[in-house]
Structures are given as structure tokens and as C-alpha cells.
T-cell receptor, first 111, second 113 residues
Framework: KQEVTQIPAALSVPEGENLVLNCSFT??????LQWFRQDPGKGLTSLLL?????REQTSGRLNASLDKSSGRSTLYIAASQPGDSATYLC??????????FGTGTRLTVIP | GAGVSQSPSNKVTEKGKDVELRCDPI?????LYWYRQSLGQGLEFLIY????????KSGLPSDRFSAERTGGSVSTLTIQRTQQEDSAVYLC???????????FGPGTRLTVL
């Protein structure tokens, strides 16, 4: 069974800092990978999707990369803002069905 | 356009009762997923529907759980004889097809007393 680890579990940074969130899979045969944010009491909001033929995706201040050989992904957030405070989840798929999720990284950006 | 919607947003029930949770996917999305998020745990896959194919039920935790998807659109997750360990947030997601970006609904918070 695919196991997903997200490091760190929690992170607190001052506003303006760049930061990296990590995600790793026990089975490196990842077909696609999606990063989400989850605000308290809310559902998941999709941030970036890396599909099978891709290695990274960028959207605004966010950049996600996937190293399929090692089964690791990183989410880079540039110039963090208080509005970025949320829990960040990575979900990896091994085929055309469900994603396997980590327990998330809880990010707090301090003004 | 409208996103994935779920109802009810909150459900409190007594142990042993049956509950039904509803999901309305994004129009035109052929793939639909149910996940469960328990306190302090990651999202756990429950069931996956893709078009008219037989659903992937491999994540259902017991035979008390079932789901159907009528007309390739709305889905209902049914939990029979609820137990306290069923308390969780139940999330539904849809995607254009099985390998595309998944979009999540706001979830249904189920509390079993």
C-alpha cells in the first residue's frame, strides 16, 4: 500500500520568507501528483497538478516539482504571505483512480 | 462555473442509524471519488466511479458502506448502522476523467453519537 509522508508536519515562518514543503511516497511509481491547500473546516483547493509526462508546474508564487525516480515532490512558496496560512496536502496517483494523501503540513505565516 | 457540492454540510446521528451523504460533481466530469478524513489522519480513499464502468470499491472499510452514482452524475454514499468510528469528514471529488485534476467539495462532517 502506498504510504505518503509530508515533512515538516508544521511550519511557522515570518511574512516574506521563501519556503519548501516536502512529500515522499513509499512506491515511487507515481503517475500524477497534485498539491492542495485546506483551510480550517473547508474542503481541498487544488493548487498544482503534475501529470505523468511533466516534472514540474508553476502558478504565481508556487512551484511544484516531482522526482519520479525517488518518489519525492516539493512545493516551493515564494515571498510567503499571511493568506498562505493553511494546511498543504499532496496527493499522488498510481493510475487512473484515487490519490494517496499525506497528513499535510500546517503552515503559519506570521505578519 | 459551479464547483462540487455536497449535502448536508453537517450530520449528527445516533449510533446504529443509517445515513446518506450526497455529492453533485462538476457538470461533465466523468470521474467521481469519495474520501474520508478523520481527525489527525490523511484522506482515505473510499470509492471511485468512472463513467459507466464498475466502481472501484477497494477503499470501503466495511460492508456497511455503499455508494451509487445515478445517471453518471449525482452520487450517494450510504453508511448503515453507523458506529462512532465512522465520525469523520466525508469529501467528494470529481475530475474530467480518471487522470485529470481532482476538484473537491466542501465535505460533510458526520458525527455519530
Amino acid at each position: 500500500k502506498q504510504e505518503v509522508t509530508q515533512i515538516p508536519a508544521a511550519l511557522s515562518v515570518p511574512e516574506g520568507e521563501n519556503l519548501v514543503l516536502n512529500c515522499s511516497f513509499t512506491d515511487s511509481a507515481i503517475y500524477n501528483l497534485q498539491w492542495f491547500r485546506q483551510d480550517p473546516g473547508k474542503g481541498l483547493t487544488s493548487l498544482l497538478l503534475i501529470q505523468s509526462s511533466q516534472r514540474e508546474q508553476t502558478s504565481g508564487r508556487l512551484n511544484a516539482s516531482l522526482d519520479k525516480s525517488s518518489g519525492r515532490s516539493t512545493l516551493y512558496i515564494a515571498a510567503s504571505q499571511p493568506g498562505d496560512s493553511a494546511t498543504y496536502l499532496c496527493g499522488g496517483g498510481t493510475g487512473a483512480n484515487n490519490l494517496f494523501f499525506g497528513t499535510g503540513t500546517r503552515l503559519t505565516v506570521i505578519p | 462555473g459551479a464547483g462540487v457540492s455536497q449535502s448536508p454540510s453537517n450530520k449528527v446521528t445516533e449510533k446504529g442509524k443509517d445515513v446518506e451523504l450526497r455529492c453533485d460533481p462538476i457538470s461533465g466530469h466523468t470521474a467521481l471519488y469519495w474520501y474520508r478524513q478523520s481527525l489527525g489522519q490523511g484522506l482515505e480513499f473510499l470509492i471511485y466511479f468512472q463513467g459507466n464502468s464498475a466502481p472501484d470499491k477497494s477503499g470501503l472499510p466495511s460492508d456497511r458502506f455503499s455508494a451509487e452514482r445515478t445517471g453518471g452524475s449525482v452520487s450517494t454514499l450510504t453508511i448503515q448502522r453507523t458506529q462512532q468510528e465512522d465520525s469523520a469528514v466525508y469529501l467528494c471529488a470529481s475530475s474530467l476523467s480518471g487522470v485529470n485534476e481532482q476538484f473537491f467539495g466542501p465535505g460533510t462532517r458526520l458525527t455519530v453519537l
